[in-house]
């Protein structure tokens, strides 16, 4: 075993290592053979030559891409590293988890066990309930799963569906024709698909059909087959629409409906349908229950925080829906 000292110079050391170390010990993860301490602004690092030299040439690009940017996230520790680490690091099982290769080199992956578990469960199941808090990257780890389905040729479509529900606003206030006012309630799946698909391909994909996005309102009386269906903020489905959607699946499809059931932004005179299906369907063999925490929360790290915060209230005042 070879010893070896990096200095980590020209930066702000918290741009490499994060609050309380988190991005050094992300990059342990990433380099499961070689055992590393941060000392000050350095780093001792222990292991074969080989794997030394990668290192030493990726912490090098690490610093570069500070200089360059002023910023470093796990995403671009991904784009640093992962993509030609393979060969050199057989044992790093982070890479088994990526589901797409986006743009720009973006890597999509499984990044918590929770979403670990989804694109497990969605492989041995034709439905599959992610349930869970903002943040928790179940609907990101659902359109990513649809589109490595599409990309694979496992499917033919990838139709992906929000009840058009208003949370506050008055949709008829909204300017615009129907299209214009739908758009913003389905506007984070969209984003997901501008993540992972070249624009130029998804404009393709979406005008010959491939990929749809419309209201769930829009899937009464189809009959969905050779799929990848998305339904996304599932608890805002009545029990009737839900039903509607579950039963319009075709027999080589598969589904994915994920929800928040503590953000129901129905009357209060309306029952969820999601909570009415996790009663109901648990039990059923092919359909999978998955339930993400804060701890799966992907977001700024503050998010986890805010979670708790309303956590504790709706534990103090049951009543209180938020």
Do not use: W
């Amino acid at each position: 075993m070879k010893e070896l000292t990096i200095e980590i110079d020209g930066i702000d050391p918290l741009h490499f290592f994060g609050v309380n170390n988190a991005k050094f010990n992300y990059l342990k993860k990433l380099f499961p053979a070689v055992r590393m301490v941060s000392r000050g602004n350095s780093i001792k690092a222990e292991g074969t030559e080989d794997d030394l030299s990668v290192f030493q040439g990726k912490v090098d690009k690490v610093i570069e891409h500070i200089i360059r940017y002023s910023k470093l996230t796990e995403d671009d520790l991904d784009r640093i590293i992962l993509n030609d680490l393979v060969v050199h690091s057989p044992a790093n099982d982070l890479t088994k988890n990526v589901l797409v290769y986006g743009n720009n080199g973006t890597i999509v992956r499984a990044r918590t066990d929770n979403q670990r578990k989804m694109v497990e469960e969605s492989d041995k199941n034709d439905i599959l309930f992610a349930i869970g808090p903002a943040g928790t990257g179940k609907t990101y780890t659902a359109v990513a799963l649809a589109v490595r389905a599409l990309k694979e040729k496992q499917v033919r479509k990838i139709i992906l569906t929000r009840p058009a529900v208003e949370a506050g606003e008055n949709l008829g206030f909204l300017p615009g024709d129907l299209k214009e006012k739908i758009d913003p309630y389905l506007r984070p799946l969209y984003d997901a698909l501008d993540d992972m698909i070249p624009a130029d391909k998804l404009m393709y994909f979406m005008q010959n059909r491939t990929i749809e996005v419309a209201p769930l309102a829009f899937m009464r009386g189809r009959t969905l087959d050779h799929s990848f269906i998305l339904l996304d903020e599932a608890q805002n489905a009545t029990n009737m629409q839900l039903k509607m959607f579950l039963t319009r699946i075709g027999p080589s499809s598969k589904c994915i409906i994920t929800g928040d059931p503590t953000q129901v932004d129905l009357p209060r005179s309306q029952e969820s349908g999601l909570n009415t299906a996790i009663k109901l369907l648990s039990d059923i063999s092919g359909i999978s229950m998955i339930r993400l925490v804060e701890s799966d929360v992907v977001r700024h790290r503050l998010v986890k925080e805010i979670i708790k915060a309303y956590d504790k209230l709706k534990e103090m005042q049951p009543n209180t829906r938020l």
